[in-house]
């Protein structure tokens, strides 16, 4: 895969080169995010973070991305873009706002928007979720998470044992990792959800074709015993087809610290992709684990600006030229590092 | 017309020197907005971008023109100043935000808002469109379309014909660039619309006195012949009385590639204010003339960087250090001009 | 107080010291806000915007404060975090967004959440108005103002008198105004409102442990008399039972020039902490004394950006540094001056 230029739109663009090379850059950009220099190299470009559905997290973090690469940031926030909503095709808006930056996110509703709109575009588009469909840039910061926290115990991607657990069935982040761990070898994967809310069988069988070991649980404690990860999900209510539907399964699986303790063995890391749902009736991933040295959760937002600062730098081809453009940090940052 | 320090709220401010000199500094803005070097002649500066009508592409378009001269920008996009809700007056809000920013846009759904709002004002005050009133940054875009495209074939705006398609009653766009036509010399007219819909009577008085030739037409492939530019408009829906009334006029007048070769000159270079609605009951310029290289519309809104970067570096008076702040481009840009 | 590095969530944080550090910073910030020359002191560092509750002023001047001092804004204005609408934690919405910048503004509808949010931020965060709970910026340059405008006349705030205006039992910036005050000496205050929007009983506690001398009128005329400083509220219909209640307090108390001039010391200044209610039935504070030289309501809302910068200075610790990074204006500013 060659980054220059190119549209970031589906993990499935991803081979196992390109993913560590993302892994590799996401890496070099560690001191930026963490404060201990700035780099200048993309000053005077511009990003369109454009998101036509809510959105804080994945908003904030690619503009954010950006300016640690010191470029400005113009956004649209809006439920439908005005344009659009005169009858504007994606054609047209993506014509004209390609002419107004130098790179664009988009996270739009419906499925297959942003390869649509990214076909028109003069610069790069990167997919900020395209409703139910594709968000590659959270299953490319889950897996090198998972990457690195393993990298901890002196282990690689290969040869992992991972539990993923909650709703399987409407969960775009799980349906995209799935696909990235097919790209590495020797997996085990422990599938803990309801029946209802299953991993969809052509995402097992992607799985199963990439020699992976599936195997299925209703019964959370059962299926997280023996792994090296857990991966913790939240019910995506919006998803549902009716907020009773989704009532049904709130609740449903609650990991705690005793039930860690029981079950697991006492490194083993535990992920979400966030938000994770703290109201009493859900609290899928208990507040009790937050002192917890394995709950990676936060680390893993943090590597979500490693990865979209990673995924800018490649397709803008300024990899290379990242350390030239460093600068001192005037302020204080020991809080964060404290 | 002295440039340096003033608002910017109507078409009316122009002459025809001024007019010239806009798109003087516009031409000189070409390789900041091409991305063929960068400029921090404004590091340091503050747009104050405020609006309190929906708008992504004008929005935008003025937020990136000003982070391509290198300053910052602070955006309101609330349908009202929470402000303006609490019964503040628009000399107060004028009075309080000139203080936070450098220079201003605002677009306001009321006519004359800006006009008012910029007397209070410390700083200089774009109009970036208040309600059916005025918008003279797209008057003067579509001008400076109609220059460059036209002199692309050895002609200047004197001396020009043409063709105005569409609601030339409720098109801002329409009236505004009318009255800077009056500037020039010895242009032909073809007004093509429904009856209802015909450009008010005052502007076509405007444009006799100017000395031009004004024919009207009710027959889009009459009126089409012999001119060099075809300007179509989308029918301005949100401001006709009703959605009925609107639906009557909507697909009335539809442009698409044969009508267009049974018609015009090979040469005929099409414009539109944009967003033009590609939906299947409107459609006034067919998709299927996306390929046709005299389709200027997305060179349109390109230039609408241009004339908006001009109109930021004529009123803060950086006109003649641009080039001074001028550095390389550091990233991959192959794609826009590709 | 050691800024370094702190949260600023409550007026209760500063003694007398820390508030003249505030002011003694300010000062020097002055020929950065009035544009005499630019710093890129913090250059590189991302300030998080987060309103979730409308605000436009206070928003855009935390920005524009930020953007001053060479650093990037991100921006969050809506109702509700995405995120907390999916039942997030504000200790996970902290642990998160805290990851994404290097000092946060929040601005929240509900008591004490900003300063929950805090507790779990990993950069320091400001309060920038947490409901009818505290805004201690707000606060600060009141009393900057008062400090500067008196100290023209050659007073200090100490042995200040202060007439207090109106709605002063739902005025969160009269509350915290009040307790600043008890850091100073020999302060006489006078209370004017109607009897049920008197000043909370505590608050007047306060005041009178502070040896302050507190006067209160239902009679505007009778209580701006002999006053340095008139400080004239709106009044806070939004934190009102009903708006029926809110309307029977309106246009109650109307200051205007002839009462100025009938009641009042030649020099006695005019503040507010704005937006002021200009509608007829309103006009707490008239447009006719916008002339009067004495009506400081446009320094006031100036001086927010220098109390703001000198925040954001001083929790990240660059106060020394400034002026180190300064540059010249490249930018016509007269028309702020003139």
């Not at 700035?38 to 954010?64: C, D």
């Not at 657990?165 to 790209?183: E, M, N, Q, T």
């Not at 992976?212 to 549902?240: C, K, N, P, S």
């Not at 860690?260 to 507040?287: F, G, W």
């Amino acid at each position: 895969m060659n980054f220059v230029g190119a549209h970031i739109i589906s993990v499935d663009q991803f081979d196992r080169a390109a993913a560590d090379r993302v892994f590799e850059v996401a890496d070099k950009m560690q001191p930026y995010a963490m404060r201990n220099r700035i780099t200048r190299v993309l000053q005077g470009a511009i990003l369109s973070n454009m998101f036509f559905e809510p959105s804080t997290r994945t908003r904030v973090s690619f503009g954010s991305a950006f300016n640690l690469l010191g470029g400005e940031v113009r956004e649209t926030t809006e439920a439908k873009s005005s344009s659009l909503a005169k009858g504007e095709s994606l054609y047209d808006t993506a014509r004209v706002l390609s002419g107004y930056s130098d790179v664009i996110v988009m996270r739009h509703p419906d499925a297959g928007s942003v390869a649509k709109f990214a076909e028109a575009s003069r610069v790069p588009v990167i997919n900020g979720g395209d409703g139910p469909n594709e968000h590659p840039s959270q299953a490319l910061l889950d897996l090198y998470t998972m990457r690195t926290e393993i990298a901890a115990q002196g282990q690689s991607i290969d040869g992992l044992s991972i539990a993923l657990i909650g709703d399987l069935r409407y969960g775009r982040a799980v349906h995209s990792l799935c696909k990235l761990l097919c790209l590495y070898d020797n997996i085990r994967l422990h599938l803990i959800s309801p029946q209802e809310l299953a991993l969809p069988g052509d995402i097992v069988a992607l799985l199963k074709i990439a020699g992976h070991e599936v195997r299925q649980y209703t019964d959370m404690a059962e299926g997280i015993g023996g792994v090296d990860i857990l991966y913790v999900t939240r019910t995506q209510e919006e998803r549902f087809p009716s907020q009773q539907e989704a009532d049904r399964y709130r609740g449903l699986f609650r990991l705690n610290q005793a039930i860690y303790t029981q079950n697991c063995a006492p490194n083993t890391v535990i992920m979400h992709p966030l938000p994770r749902d703290s109201r009493a009736q859900a609290q899928e991933l208990d507040d009790d684990l937050n002192q917890n040295p394995n709950l990676a959760i936060f680390r893993q937002t943090d590597n979500g600006m490693l990865i979209r600062m990673a995924l800018f730098a490649l397709v803008l081809d300024v990899v290379d030229q990242v350390d030239n453009f460093a600068q001192p940090v005037t302020w204080f940052t020991d809080k964060r590092h404290g």
